[in-house]
């Protein structure tokens, strides 16, 4: 018989009774009866009950073993009595009476419990990860991470897709975020960069002559945490494609989203095909190019409604548009007929507290004496019956809704809108669980204007092909009209959760100068800072295009959890500290004299 075992935890069943086995692994629990000690051993694959009755010249030493310690146990398996069977384990119907008790590994007292899944301090569980993967619910989510780049890499290959590996120190680039920095030994003064995405060099496997490459590739960004954004590192697949269009990229990587989400639903709904939503419908239907389609409502532009004073009463929202604002309505279905004043208030103070805006203004619909639709809140009160029913026509709204107003800046308010749309639906328990809504979000603005620096900059992806090329952009001779080049770049969003941004390249030099210069960047910027892309642009590039789906984000949706950090095996904290191994850490000074560096703090 093997040294440790001749079963996993979880493989015995009702035929392997009357069989000598060994088994290894944690003690789980332990309970103890009058007439027998009973130990849930765990391990990898599952949980067995031991038995250990009092007559074992080891039942003292299996009392004392304390939970979480590592044994080896041999013994017959014995069938449980038809009223001990435990259902809901695999292993429930049989159990193993100790013949030997051998302990591999004492535990030493435990910070946190693994049995029971008990919540704790994120700052204890993120020192110990080891004991926090030994939990059931986080074991499985690691679990299921593996399996779903196994389906992912699966997908791609049976799509003729070859995987490459790109290099992981490189140049830095200004692609968004700030670098992680390697100091070069070798090369006293200068840095390496661990790459924000691999997106230079996919590119130039294409200008290589390859044709279809991914990647499950190690992304790295130097940005806070979210919860679905860890900071540091993260895992994206990576893809590109030659001659190819934007449909092309669709019909590829759809099937392969689709497939995976499926293949792990677990009875969960996917729906197919993914609908094509343009970027401005996006914004203006759900506020937010990240739309969670499964909620039932959307927004309606009612700025029309509020530039009379005289036909509302209300001189807010009239001076708002008349200065060119928007006034955005947020539907709150049955909201006035569930819900009490305090929901409405507490809607209002979450405006100004946590979104930093000035707040929302909102109504309660009900019937008036005569049977018509009315509001006493102030928004409203002042609207005759025709003009309400006017309004009330045009959102699909009636008696008992509630409607909040979002109203500003066009994008401030378009903002605050798509924020509250989602909170609505939350807190009134409007979001069906069990189904993941895809769509893809297209034709995105090519440029966006920077109010802080006064300038128009790049909304997206710089390496983005323009609709229409470099006649669109030559033509684009005002800032107006800059503003209103899109671009051939697109989103995959799942149930509010953007998944993976891709676009079709930019693979003309001319091109690529020319949209560089209108965004402020002169030759020698794009001759330096991409230079290994633009000169192999020089000498015959494919058509090509791609896209990156994030595989921590795929992962958390299909583990139903709400933070990215319960899918990745060693994640850091919210600022950006590996507790369990005391990283970043100060390096010793021969170590900096040896890369020719200085540590400079900053004074307290």
């Not at 294409?206 to 940005?223: H, K, L, N, T, W």
């Not at 378009?414 to 639906?425: F, I, M």
């Given at each position: 018989?093997?040294?440790?075992?001749?079963?996993?935890?979880?493989?015995?069943?009702?035929?392997?009774?009357?069989?000598?086995?060994?088994?290894s692994g944690w003690v789980h629990r332990k309970r103890e009866h009058a007439n027998a000690l009973f130990i849930d051993l765990r391990d990898h694959y599952g949980i067995t009950q031991v038995v250990v009755y009092p007559t074992a010249d080891f039942y003292e030493d299996a009392k004392r073993c304390p939970s979480e310690s590592v044994i080896t146990v041999t013994g017959d398996l014995l069938a449980r009595d038809a009223e001990a069977v435990n259902a809901e384990i695999p292993t429930g119907a049989v159990e193993l009476r100790a013949e030997t008790f051998h302990i591999e590994s004492a535990a030493a007292s435990l910070p946190l419990p693994v049995f029971g899944e008990q919540d704790y301090p994120e700052e204890i569980r993120l020192k110990h990860r080891y004991l926090d993967l030994r939990r059931e619910t986080l074991h499985k989510n690691i679990l299921l991470r593996g399996r779903v780049i196994n389906s992912l890499r699966r997908r791609m290959i049976d799509q003729g897709f070859t995987e490459?590996?790109?290099?992981?120190?490189?140049?830095?680039?200004?692609?968004?975020?700030?670098?992680?920095?390697?100091?070069?030994?070798?090369?006293?003064?200068?840095?390496?960069?661990?790459?924000?995405?691999?997106?230079?060099?996919?590119?130039?496997?294409?200008?290589?002559?390859?044709?279809?490459?991914?990647?499950?590739?190690?992304?790295?960004?130097?940005?806070?945490?979210?919860?679905?954004?860890?900071?540091?590192?993260?895992?994206?697949?990576?893809?590109?494609?030659?001659?190819?269009?934007?449909?092309?990229?669709?019909?590829?990587?759809?099937?392969?989203?689709?497939?995976?989400?499926?293949?792990?639903?677990?009875?969960?709904?996917?729906?197919?095909?993914?609908?094509?939503?343009?970027?401005?419908?996006?914004?203006?239907?759900?506020?937010?190019?990240?739309?969670?389609?499964?909620?039932?409502?959307?927004?309606?532009?009612?700025?029309?409604?509020?530039?009379?004073?005289?036909?509302?009463?209300?001189?807010?929202?009239?001076?708002?548009?008349?200065?060119?604002?928007?006034?955005?309505?947020?539907?709150?279905?049955?909201?006035?007929?569930?819900?009490?004043?305090?929901?409405?208030?507490?809607?209002?103070?979450?405006?100004?507290?946590?979104?930093?805006?000035?707040?929302?203004?909102?109504?309660?619909?009900?019937?008036?004496?005569?049977?018509?639709?009315?509001?006493?809140?102030?928004?409203?009160?002042?609207?005759?019956?025709?003009?309400?029913?006017?309004?009330?026509?045009?959102?699909?709204?009636?008696?008992?809704?509630?409607?909040?107003?979002?109203?500003?800046?066009?994008?401030?308010?378009?903002?605050?809108?798509?924020?509250?749309?989602?909170?609505?639906?939350?807190?009134?328990?409007?979001?069906?669980?069990?189904?993941?809504?895809?769509?893809?979000?297209?034709?995105?603005?090519?440029?966006?204007?920077?109010?802080?620096?006064?300038?128009?900059?790049?909304?997206?992806?710089?390496?983005?092909?323009?609709?229409?090329?470099?006649?669109?952009?030559?033509?684009?001779?005002?800032?107006?009209?800059?503003?209103?080049?899109?671009?051939?770049?697109?989103?995959?969003?799942?149930?509010?959760?953007?998944?993976?941004?891709?676009?079709?390249?930019?693979?003309?030099?001319?091109?690529?100068?020319?949209?560089?210069?209108?965004?402020?960047?002169?030759?020698?910027?794009?001759?330096?800072?991409?230079?290994?892309?633009?000169?192999?642009?020089?000498?015959?590039?494919?058509?090509?295009?791609?896209?990156?789906?994030?595989?921590?984000?795929?992962?958390?949706?299909?583990?139903?959890?709400?933070?990215?950090?319960?899918?990745?095996?060693?994640?850091?904290?919210?600022?950006?500290?590996?507790?369990?191994?005391?990283?970043?850490?100060?390096?010793?000074?021969?170590?900096?004299?040896?890369?020719?560096?200085?540590?400079?703090?900053?004074?307290?």
């Amino acid at each position: 018989m093997h040294a440790y075992r001749s079963h996993t935890c979880g493989q015995l069943r009702a035929d392997n009774v009357g069989e000598t086995v060994k088994l290894s692994g944690w003690v789980h629990r332990k309970r103890e009866h009058a007439n027998a000690l009973f130990i849930d051993l765990r391990d990898h694959y599952g949980i067995t009950q031991v038995v250990v009755y009092p007559t074992a010249d080891f039942y003292e030493d299996a009392k004392r073993c304390p939970s979480e310690s590592v044994i080896t146990v041999t013994g017959d398996l014995l069938a449980r009595d038809a009223e001990a069977v435990n259902a809901e384990i695999p292993t429930g119907a049989v159990e193993l009476r100790a013949e030997t008790f051998h302990i591999e590994s004492a535990a030493a007292s435990l910070p946190l419990p693994v049995f029971g899944e008990q919540d704790y301090p994120e700052e204890i569980r993120l020192k110990h990860r080891y004991l926090d993967l030994r939990r059931e619910t986080l074991h499985k989510n690691i679990l299921l991470r593996g399996r779903v780049i196994n389906s992912l890499r699966r997908r791609m290959i049976d799509q003729g897709f070859t995987e490459f590996q790109t290099p992981i120190l490189t140049a830095s680039s200004p692609e968004g975020a700030r670098d992680f920095l390697v100091p070069s030994r070798l090369n006293p003064g200068k840095f390496y960069a661990l790459p924000q995405a691999p997106q230079q060099f996919k590119q130039l496997i294409m200008v290589a002559g390859f044709d279809r490459y991914f990647q499950i590739a190690p992304c790295f960004r130097d940005e806070d945490a979210r919860a679905d954004r860890s900071p540091g590192e993260f895992y994206q697949l990576d893809v590109e494609m030659s001659f190819v269009t934007q449909e092309d990229v669709f019909q590829a990587i759809e099937p392969v989203m689709a497939g995976v989400f499926e293949e792990f639903a677990e009875g969960r709904e996917v729906q197919t095909p993914f609908p094509r939503i343009p970027y401005k419908e996006s914004i203006e239907k759900y506020g937010s190019d990240k739309p969670d389609l499964r909620i039932p409502f959307e927004l309606t532009d009612v700025s029309e409604f509020f530039t009379d004073e005289s036909k509302t009463g209300f001189g807010i929202f009239a001076k708002i548009t008349n200065g060119g604002g928007k006034v955005i309505a947020i539907p709150a279905p049955q909201a006035a007929a569930s819900q009490s004043r305090k929901f409405f208030d507490n809607m209002d103070k979450w405006a100004k507290k946590e979104m930093q805006m000035p707040g929302l203004g909102y109504a309660r619909l009900s019937l008036d004496d005569d049977g018509n639709v009315k509001s006493q809140d102030p928004v409203l009160k002042g609207f005759s019956n025709e003009f309400l029913k006017e309004l009330l026509t045009k959102m699909g709204l009636g008696a008992g809704d509630g409607i909040f107003f979002s109203a500003g800046k066009k994008d401030g308010a378009y903002k605050l809108a798509g924020a509250a749309r989602n909170k609505v639906a939350a807190d009134l328990d409007l979001i069906p669980e069990g189904i993941f809504k895809f769509c893809w979000v297209v034709d995105y603005p090519m440029y966006e204007w920077d109010e802080d620096n006064k300038k128009i900059e790049f909304s997206h992806n710089p390496f983005s092909m323009p609709q229409g090329g470099m006649a669109v952009l030559e033509a684009a001779d005002t800032i107006e009209k800059q503003l209103e080049i899109l671009a051939y770049q697109y989103d995959i969003v799942c149930n509010g959760v953007e998944l993976s941004s891709g676009a079709i390249r930019n693979h003309k030099a001319d091109i690529m100068y020319k949209a560089f210069e209108m965004a402020g960047y002169g030759p020698e910027v794009v001759d330096d800072k991409f230079a290994g892309m633009i000169n192999a642009f020089k000498f015959g590039a494919p058509p090509h295009g791609g896209i990156a789906p994030g595989v921590d984000r795929i992962v958390m949706l299909l583990a139903g959890t709400d933070t990215i950090r319960d899918v990745i095996l060693f994640p850091m904290n919210g600022q950006a500290q590996d507790l369990m191994m005391n990283a970043p850490a100060q390096v010793d000074t021969k170590a900096l004299r040896e890369l020719h560096i200085r540590v400079d703090m900053p004074s307290e």
